[in-house]
């Protein structure tokens, strides 16, 4: 069985897991500081706040930045449900941007026509969230240029994006956004199990994710808003929740963290490899834009379907059953049924849906041999009846 993603554990992970086992922070320790360090050194932010998952830092970047009821945030519908369900945790209102039907990631051109039309309607958004789809960065610049013009704040779902880099510097750098999400979901680029982390340039900002991270409780004087009644006080300055991350989710992370260059050039390969040994079937490949530099956490081909004689779900079926573990990422979001109980419904984003109906994930991990890609290429032509 060759599945679409999946991690890579060595024994150094498992040691530096064990290690933290032994000592005596499980949680709360120096582990956490070591794998923010270690990210900010990489990304070239000022500040990273480690928490459980991706969900619950875009969960307190949204409330980080003043997200609340009658507020809306706008995200592409060609994503994981969690970089919209955050702005519902925040009672405010969802809404969603065409893709780009080269890129796949929010379109800048169908962003800037909906700005239009909200600034006359008098409903702008708050909060951008762009999605780097398969870990290819959306066209940040032509986004932060529109939230400079009218008045949004950027959080850069960076989930699939960790050792990518636009416009020669790293995802994560924070240049063109107020807040950058990672996940370290075992399918991702790198993994803590479960586990996330918040990046911003901004001080004020670091300390707020920094309270939502742990129930609002802060031990630092400089933040209490009545003074100290003695060495054991601390005390809640805001409504935040428990989404820490354990010392030993964060070993596995600095662990992985050393790996992090060589996975994303491991993946290049694979992908320049798909590029070659797909190039003359009726599928769309992934184009990806000079500007950018690719994680490559999914490899996404689009069944060009006026050339085969199967349908989509005939290619996907067929993948699977012979056990090549192919994925579709994703479901557009507006289309789930919860989504279409606030009124939305087919239709309204078509190069979403499109996309949806072309679809499939390949198999695309580091540690994939070639004998594997080969085989997961063999078994394609053959679904594809080429
Ligand atoms: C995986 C993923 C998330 C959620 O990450 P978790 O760490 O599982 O909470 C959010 N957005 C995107 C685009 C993802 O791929």
Redesign the pocket.
């Known amino acids: 069985m060759i599945r679409y993603g999946q991690q890579d554990i060595t024994q150094a992970d498992i040691d530096a897991v064990i290690a933290v086992m032994k000592s005596v922070n499980l949680t709360q320790g120096p582990a956490i500081t070591q794998f923010e360090q270690s990210v900010i050194a990489h990304c070239g932010a000022k500040h990273a706040v480690a928490v459980n998952?991706?969900?619950s830092a875009?969960h307190i970047a949204c409330l980080a930045l003043g997200l609340g009821p009658g507020d809306l945030l706008w995200t592409t519908p060609n994503?994981?449900v969690?970089?919209a369900n955050c702005a519902l945790y925040c009672g405010a209102q969802v809404d969603f941007v065409d893709i780009d039907p080269q890129t796949w990631n929010l379109s800048p051109q169908a962003l800037e026509a909906k700005l239009i039309a909200a600034e006359k309607a008098g409903c702008l958004p708050k909060i951008v969230v762009p999605?780097h789809l398969t870990g290819q960065p959306c066209d940040m610049k032509a986004i932060h240029a529109l939230s400079q013009r009218y008045g949004f704040k950027i959080i850069e779902?960076a989930?699939?994006a960790i050792g990518g880099r636009y416009k020669g510097e790293s995802i994560g750098s924070g240049r063109y956004s107020d807040i950058t999400v990672f996940?370290?979901?075992p399918v991702?680029i790198i993994t803590t199990a479960?586990?996330?982390m918040a990046l911003t340039n901004s001080d004020e900002l670091a300390i707020r994710l920094g309270l939502l991270r742990s129930h609002g409780i802060t031990r630092d004087p400089d933040l209490m808003t009545q003074s100290m009644d003695g060495p054991w006080y601390y005390q809640q300055v805001a409504l935040g929740f428990n989404y820490r991350m354990t010392d030993i989710q964060a070993a596995l992370g600095v662990s992985q963290m050393t790996r992090l260059n060589s996975y994303v050039a491991r993946r290049h390969e694979i992908a320049q490899r798909y590029n070659q040994l797909l190039a003359d079937l009726p599928l769309t490949l992934p184009w990806q834009h000079p500007d950018s530099y690719s994680a490559w956490h999914l490899y996404v081909i689009r069944l060009q379907l006026d050339k085969i004689q199967r349908t989509h779900r005939q290619v996907f079926e067929a993948l699977r059953a012979k056990d090549i573990m192919v994925n579709l990422h994703y479901i557009p979001i507006h289309t789930q049924p919860y989504y279409a109980k606030m009124g939305f419904k087919s239709g309204d984003f078509p190069e979403a849906e499109k996309y949806y109906s072309e679809a499939i994930s390949i198999p695309m991990f580091p540690t994939m041999t070639e004998a594997q890609q080969d085989e997961v290429i063999a078994v394609l032509k053959e679904a594809l009846g080429a």
């Open positions: 998952s991706a969900t875009l994503t994981f969690a970089s999605v779902d989930s699939h996940s370290f979901h991702k479960e586990g996330g």
